[in-house]
């Protein structure tokens, strides 16, 4: 994976999440977002999630056992145009 900034990056977090389904009820531990990427883009990743919390384009559980995320549902035509604009500048 090159050297991403955030405009990279926080498109292939929403990406990650719809492809795996973790909207409302189904989510996933925080540390489970940077799963499977270079060590050195860990922190950029984190930095980029948490600016999707703050943005409310994911939602947070708390549970006893950590912070868990699902992406929210009702910025689901968002999340949805984000993911497509960055797949066709890629592509």
Sequence with gaps: ?????NEELIPWILDKFARHGWWKAKHTSFDNIAKGTPSHLKDKIE?????????????????????????????????????EKWKIKKG
């Design 47 to 83: 930095d980029a999630a948490k600016q999707l919390i703050k943005d409310n384009f994911l939602i947070k559980k708390p549970t006893g056992y950590g912070l868990e995320v699902s992406l929210n549902f009702q910025r689901k035509e968002e999340i949805f145009a984000i993911i």
């Design 1 to 5: 994976m090159p050297e991403l900034g």
